[in-house]
T-cell receptor, first 114, second 111 residues
Framework: DTGVSQDPRHKITKRGQNVTFRCDPI?????LYWYRQTLGQGPEFLTY????????KSRLLSDRFSAERPKGSFSTLEIQRTEQGDSAMYLC????????????FGEGSRLTVL | QKEVEQNSGPLSVPEGAIASLNCTYS??????FFWYRQYSGKSPELIMF????GDKEDGRFTAQLNKASQYVSLLIRDSQPSDSATYLC???????????FGKGTSLLVTP
């Protein structure tokens, strides 16, 4: 399977705990995005990487959220001190260099904060 | 005002009819416009993009762009029950990196 892979697919945690999600993009794609989606809403942009460089981060993103893409391949999204409002589907997408906006989404990681 | 606005629906059309989905955006500097389809419980998938004013056709789908009026639309001809999904309009941001999505329009095609 050469699609975007996300892990874990589901995560249930207690308020205050830290969680980390991993995304493996399509191998030849150097653009990587993280989005968050809640029920009835469209995906909300979180952050963007081009290779290993984080070039954009949503101004609405709390300091509890951090993302990395250390070698320009896989990426991780960490949420510290989770809150119930963090419950959502976290979507990773990758994109070929020359196709701005052509995003290939993974299956998502669903977070439930109790 | 949200950057990308869509009527959440649901929009119900009979099988074989034309479904018309609309989207408005606030940033006049936006250059790229996309329609994604999202089936229930699945992730979004790109179905069309348009960069220039006018119409762009791809099979049963036609995207229409009017930059002066800041709206984008998607027409689905000969709608099929398998077209039942949420259609997300997405517009590139000022930075050119992020895509900003609307909340989506739910389409139901009834047999």
């Amino acid at each position: 399977d050469t699609g975007v892979s996300q892990d874990p697919r589901h995560k249930i945690t207690k308020r205050g705990q830290n969680v980390t999600f991993r995304c493996d993009p399509i191998s030849e794609h150097n653009r990587l995005y993280w989005y968050r989606q809640t029920l009835g809403q469209g995906p909300e942009f979180l952050t963007y990487f081009q290779n290993e460089a984080q070039l954009e981060k949503s101004r609405l993103l709390s300091d509890r959220f951090s993302a990395e893409r250390p070698k320009g391949s896989f990426s991780t999204l960490e949420i510290q001190r989770t809150e119930q409002g963090d419950s959502a589907m976290y979507l990773c997408a990758s994109s070929p260099t020359l196709q701005i906006g052509e995003l290939f989404f993974g299956e998502g990681s669903r977070l439930t904060v109790l | 005002q949200k950057e990308v606005e869509q009527n959440s629906g649901p929009l119900s059309v009979p099988e074989g009819a034309i479904a018309s989905l609309n989207c408005t955006y606030s940033d006049r500097g936006s250059q790229s416009f996309f329609w994604y389809r999202q089936y229930s419980g699945k992730s979004p998938e790109l179905i069309m993009f348009i960069y220039s004013n006018g119409d762009k056709e791809d099979g049963r789908f036609t995207a229409q762009l009017n930059k002066a009026s800041q709206y984008v639309s998607l027409l689905i001809r000969d709608s099929q029950p398998s077209d039942s999904a949420t259609y997300l309009c997405a517009v590139n941001s000022n930075s050119g990196y992020a895509l900003n999505f609307g909340k989506g329009t739910s389409l139901l095609v009834t047999p």
